[in-house]
């Protein structure tokens, strides 16, 4: 997924004027993901593999919130699209937990998931935004607008996670 200018950490990338020619409610989603990448990267560099799967203190690792982000990311999209998950979206979800990937491998699933998702926001985002989507088996109600910003929202909230997970696998290296 790539900005125009260069990512610089003192500017958000709301405040970049990137994705002009989106509509407003895409531009902001993508602004959220482009926000919570370069956040991922920051905060993961320096962790090793190993720490990337550990549970410090009982926290979820990192691993898992960056194998959810990047899948759910696409789970949240499909529903916006009016569609219902595929088999390898359901086999997906069911492997979150598990898994032995480098992180590396997990930011790259990240960044494949960010840039796939670009052109889905940006189609969806001229869309009628109070256009009903149902969510899950049980069609659980929401709107186009709905799961997009619920995309944005999601992402973000673990992103958070993951940069508190960072920072106390670095702390406990102290």
Known sequence: MSTSPV????????LRGTHAEVPAV?????????????????WTAGLTDAEAHFHPLGLTSVAYHLRH????????????????????QLA?????????ETLAELLAEVEVSFSNANERIRVLATADFDTFRGVGRKLLPTTIGGALIHVADHTQRHAGQVITTAKVLKALRA
Do not use: F, M
């Open 92 to 100: 997906d979800l069911k492997a979150e937990r598990g898994g032995e």
């Open 7 to 14: 990512p610089n950490p003192d500017v958000e990338p709301w």
């Open 69 to 88: 982000i990047a899948r759910s990311t696409d789970r949240l999209l499909t529903y916006a699209e009016g569609l219902q998950l595929s088999a390898e």
């Open 26 to 42: 895409g531009r902001a989603v993508l602004h959220a993901l482009h926000l919570a990448l370069e956040d991922l990267t920051r």
